[in-house]
C-alpha cells in the first residue's frame, strides 16, 4: 500500500453502554479507540422509501494499514468517524490479497 493514498484521517469508534436513560433502558455511547490514516472513496449513492420519507445513503469504502487487534473483532457494531461524518461498518473488515497490508471497510452513511 502506498503511504499517499492514505491522506485522510479517521477515528474508529466501537459501541459501549452508556448510562440508563429516564425509562431505565440502558443507552449506546461509542468510545474512540483510534486515530489512523486511511482512504476514503465514496462509491454509490441511492435514495429509498422508508416510512414514508425519503432517504438517502451513501456507501463508502474505507481503506487503512492492516492492524490485527482489527483484523480479529466483529466490527459491525462500530463506526467510523471523517470529518464529522459518521459511517456505519457494514460487515467484517476484508483483509485485501490477503497479505496483511490493509483492511478494507465497506460502510454506509445515511443522510
Partial sequence: MQAGKLKQR???MRPVE?????????TTEFEKIATVWASVEPLRGREFF??????SEITTRIRIRYRREFA???????????GGRVYQIDGPPIDT???????????????
Fill in 72 to 82: 480479529a473483532v466483529a466490527v459491525n457494531e462500530w463506526r467510523i468517524d471523517y
Fill in 50 to 55: 422508508a416510512a414514508q420519507q425519503v432517504n
Fill in 97 to 111: 490479497n490477503m497479505n496483511h497490508t490493509q483492511l478494507e471497510f465497506m460502510c454506509h452513511e445515511r443522510l
Fill in 10 to 12: 479517521v477515528t474508529l
Fill in 18 to 26: 452508556g448510562p440508563k436513560d429516564k425509562y431505565g433502558q440502558a
